[in-house]
């Protein structure tokens, strides 16, 4: 009997996500928006369980787990486009002035749970990322420094949530 699992999917899942821009070393870099992960160019994203449970503090660890774990919230997330587009300007995480966000489609393999808000997964990289221009010119220059991703990365006009979607409904194929 072979110790290797079948995979949960012949091909990667995709779905929406919305990433926060930093400045990497060589230019703008997605990073996720609650957590210290910069998301590299050309390499998967690994997702590792960053959990602590309330006993950690009295000195009684949680028993480590690969990500993403069945009864727990880690992994990698990828949404419906409306649910991944609300992060773009949503209050508690809106963008600091230092910061834009994006939002694009994320390709999910690996070990692939799907939950409330669409699934959770052990590697991911983005496969299409929009975006949203702002005043200032800014948003060009970050658009051509995310092409290292070498994925298709769209400027687009938008104000809103709903013009968003749109333009991410007009322009990129739809996830499967």
Not at 44 to 58: H, I, K, P, T
Not at 71 to 77: A, F, K, P, R
Not at 83 to 109: F, K, N
Not at 165 to 173: F, M, N, S
Request: charged letters at 25%; one cysteine or more.
């Amino acid at each position: 009997m072979s110790d290797l699992a079948a995979p949960d999917y012949a091909e990667p899942l995709e779905a929406w996500r919305t990433w926060r821009v930093v400045s990497g070393p060589d230019g703008p870099r997605l990073s996720s928006l609650f957590f210290e992960e910069v998301w590299k160019p050309n390499a998967a994203v690994e997702a590792r369980c960053n959990r602590r449970s309330w006993l950690d503090r009295f000195g009684r660890f949680r028993q480590a787990h690969a990500a993403p774990g069945e009864h727990c919230e880690c992994g990698v997330y990828g949404a419906r486009i409306e649910q991944a587009a609300a992060y773009l300007w949503h209050p508690r995480i809106a963008p600091r002035r230092a910061h834009l966000h994006v939002l694009g489609r994320v390709r999910l393999w690996g070990d692939v749970v799907e939950c409330e808000r669409g699934y959770r997964a052990a590697l991911a990289y983005p496969a299409e990322l929009i975006v949203p221009a702002l005043p200032g010119g800014r948003s060009g220059e970050i658009a051509d420094g995310l092409g290292r991703y070498g994925v298709p990365v769209r400027l687009v006009e938008c104000r809103t949530r709903e013009e968003i979607v749109q333009a991410a409904r007009d322009t990129l194929r739809p996830a499967a």
